[in-house]
């Protein structure tokens, strides 16, 4: 995708416009993500090993191809967090870690067989379950796989996803000895009603004392992960929340919508559902939240994501450089990915591919000698164009037809006719602006810029089956 050239103006700390009952009622409706289009839902079993193996071997025989992304899911969690949706094994049984190591070197042993060992990665991230479930030996291993077969570049962002109630400051020095530059905390809530409601207890004090720890080490990011919409919440307990988060000065901080659907994610039906804040409370927490953050001085990326000025990710949005990933909003340019572990999706040329998502079937196709690859997609002509379009939107907040024009040679009035159409409405409501070569998304729209972007999605213009999202506000 051309990179977005002029980004939009960020949101006030006191925004200048009012949310009405009619546009919460319009809004509060299911909806993607967009870490990528077309989105997972949309990825087919006939999707397999052999259509991934040519994806790669074209990668493989392409001149001076671009450094790699790589992601390691570590699924193990010692306890359950009733809100999860991620792919999660819960076990205090450590033992099973190593028997993973060993699946997860005979994945890259594959993967490396077709691209060849030794490609350049600049991005290296572990995300779970709870990565930092392995001991340190375990993780120095780890590390040790990944550079035999991969070469890690200099500069490259290495990050982990950590569970507070897991880590020491000896175990934050282990990681930073190991390479890691960026932590990410997951915070959810302070507020300890709210804790024992999702089964997650962790006190402020310690939160805080492995952030002073964090920065002391030498860490260059450190990322605050929050969840509004949780049981037990509403907008005063959480906007205490809030205030202790910016009290701690993390780098970035990712504000995220709880995503409630009992049917596909079982502990959350754990959670009661008479304790969830309505609408009208969970976009207040969403408002006051941007409002307070941006009082502080962080830079409003977009969507769910926030940053002081100059971290690395304010400074990519004010360039307009930014991209959006399977982990989220990303310096790194749309590079190929590769996606090692249960469940992991990763992005080759113009495919996505996923592994199995138990642990049995993982095992049981690598024993065989075969890459985990249960279903992916192959992205056609009309996904590469729309994915452009909407992560623009979700990107940069303004889409220029031009960019677009050149890199996919479609005229973008006559491409998008009926989607431009749609749009009048949203126009009308104040969430975009509807230029004559550009959309904007304004202030106001930001609170819905899925909104926004899902209207260029065509796979979900003719699927009404919306309930395997979570809701946009």
Same mark, same amino acid.
């Given at each position: 995708?051309?990179?977005?050239?002029?980004?939009?103006?960020?949101?006030?700390?006191?925004?200048?416009?009012?949310? *009405?009952? !009619?546009? +919460? @009622?319009?809004?509060?409706?299911? %909806?993607?993500?967009?870490? /990528?289009?077309?989105?997972? $839902?949309?990825?087919?079993?006939?999707?397999?090993?052999?259509?991934?193996?040519?994806?790669?071997?074209?990668?493989?025989?392409?001149?001076?191809?671009?450094?790699?992304?790589?992601?390691?899911?570590?699924?193990?969690?010692?306890?359950?967090?009733?809100?999860?949706?991620?792919?999660?094994?819960?076990?205090?049984?450590?033992?099973?870690?190593?028997?993973?190591?060993?699946?997860?070197?005979?994945?890259?042993?594959?993967?490396?067989?077709?691209?060849?060992?030794?490609?350049?990665?600049?991005?290296?991230?572990?995300?779970?379950?709870?990565?930092?479930?392995?001991?340190?030996?375990?993780?120095?291993?780890?590390?040790?796989?990944?550079?035999?077969?991969?070469?890690?570049?200099?500069?490259?962002?290495?990050?982990?996803?950590?569970?507070?109630?897991?880590? *020491?400051? !000896?175990? +934050? @020095?282990?990681?930073?000895?190991? %390479?890691?530059?960026?932590? /990410?905390?997951?915070?959810? $809530?302070?507020?300890?009603?709210?804790?024992?409601?999702?089964?997650?207890?962790?006190?402020?004090?310690?939160?805080?004392?492995?952030?002073?720890?964090?920065?002391?080490?030498?860490?260059?990011?450190?990322?605050?992960?929050?969840?509004?919409?949780?049981?037990?919440?509403?907008?005063?307990?959480?906007?205490?929340?809030?205030?202790?988060?910016?009290?701690?000065?993390?780098?970035?901080?990712?504000?995220?919508?709880?995503?409630?659907?009992?049917?596909?994610?079982?502990?959350?039906?754990?959670?009661?559902?008479?304790?969830?804040?309505?609408?009208?409370?969970?976009?207040?927490?969403?408002?006051?939240?941007?409002?307070?953050?941006?009082?502080?001085?962080?830079?409003?990326?977009?969507?769910?994501?926030?940053?002081?000025?100059?971290?690395?990710?304010?400074?990519?949005?004010?360039?307009?450089?930014?991209?959006?990933?399977?982990?989220?909003?990303?310096?790194?340019?749309?590079?190929?990915?590769?996606?090692?572990?249960?469940?992991?999706?990763?992005?080759?040329?113009?495919?996505?591919?996923?592994?199995?998502?138990?642990?049995?079937?993982?095992?049981?196709?690598?024993?065989?000698?075969?890459?985990?690859?249960?279903?992916?997609?192959?992205?056609?002509?009309?996904?590469?164009?729309?994915?452009?379009?909407?992560?623009?939107?979700?990107?940069?907040?303004?889409?220029?037809?031009?960019?677009?024009?050149?890199?996919?040679?479609?005229?973008?009035?006559?491409?998008?006719?009926?989607?431009?159409?749609?749009?009048?409405?949203?126009?009308?409501?104040?969430?975009?602006?509807?230029?004559?070569?550009?959309?904007?998304?304004?202030?106001?729209?930001?609170?819905?810029?899925?909104?926004?972007?899902?209207?260029?999605?065509?796979?979900?213009?003719?699927?009404?089956?919306?309930?395997?999202?979570?809701?946009?506000?």
């Amino acid at each position: 995708m051309s990179d977005v050239l002029c980004p939009p103006a960020a949101p006030s700390a006191t925004p200048h416009f009012q949310i *009405t009952p !009619e546009l +919460l @009622q319009r809004y509060d409706v299911a %909806g993607p993500r967009y870490t /990528s289009y077309p989105t997972a $839902d949309r990825f087919v079993e006939a999707f397999g090993q052999a259509d991934h193996e040519r994806a790669a071997r074209l990668r493989a025989q392409g001149a001076a191809a671009a450094p790699l992304s790589v992601y390691v899911h570590i699924p193990f969690c010692e306890s359950v967090c009733y809100y999860c949706a991620c792919n999660k094994v819960v076990t205090r049984d450590h033992g099973r870690a190593a028997v993973y190591l060993d699946a997860l070197e005979q994945e890259m042993d594959l993967h490396t067989a077709l691209l060849g060992v030794g490609q350049s990665v600049s991005q290296l991230h572990l995300g779970g379950g709870t990565p930092t479930f392995l001991g340190d030996d375990e993780l120095s291993r780890l590390l040790g796989a990944l550079r035999r077969h991969f070469r890690i570049a200099p500069g490259a962002e290495m990050s982990i996803e950590v569970d507070p109630r897991t880590v *020491t400051r !000896e175990r +934050l @020095q282990h990681l930073f000895t190991l %390479g890691f530059n960026r932590l /990410s905390f997951g915070v959810q $809530d302070f507020d300890e009603q709210v804790q024992r409601a999702v089964h997650r207890v962790q006190p402020f004090e310690s939160v805080r004392a492995l952030m002073e720890a964090s920065r002391e080490i030498g860490f260059e990011s450190v990322n605050v992960d929050l969840i509004y919409g949780l049981p037990r919440q509403n907008p005063v307990s959480f906007g205490r929340t809030v205030q202790q988060v910016t009290s701690l000065r993390p780098d970035r901080i990712a504000l995220y919508a709880y995503a409630h659907l009992p049917q596909r994610f079982k502990p959350q039906r754990r959670i009661e559902i008479s304790e969830l804040p309505p609408a009208g409370h969970r976009v207040g927490m969403l408002s006051d939240a941007i409002a307070a953050f941006l009082a502080a001085g962080y830079t409003y990326i977009g969507m769910d994501h926030f940053a002081l000025p100059d971290d690395a990710l304010a400074v990519a949005k004010r360039q307009g450089r930014l991209h959006r990933n399977f982990q989220g909003y990303s310096t790194q340019p749309d590079c190929d990915l590769v996606a090692l572990g249960v469940s992991a999706i990763g992005h080759i040329g113009a495919t996505y591919s996923q592994n199995a998502k138990t642990l049995p079937e993982y095992y049981d196709a690598l024993a065989q000698g075969q890459l985990p690859i249960v279903r992916g997609l192959a992205l056609t002509r009309d996904d590469l164009v729309r994915r452009a379009v909407i992560m623009a939107l979700m990107c940069q907040g303004r889409l220029e037809f031009e960019s677009v024009e050149l890199a996919h040679l479609v005229d973008m009035r006559e491409y998008f006719s009926r989607e431009l159409a749609q749009l009048e409405t949203l126009a009308e409501q104040g969430l975009v602006e509807i230029e004559p070569r550009a959309i904007q998304v304004t202030r106001m729209g930001w609170h819905f810029v899925r909104a926004v972007a899902m209207v260029f999605d065509r796979h979900l213009q003719a699927d009404r089956q919306r309930e395997r999202f979570s809701r946009i506000i």
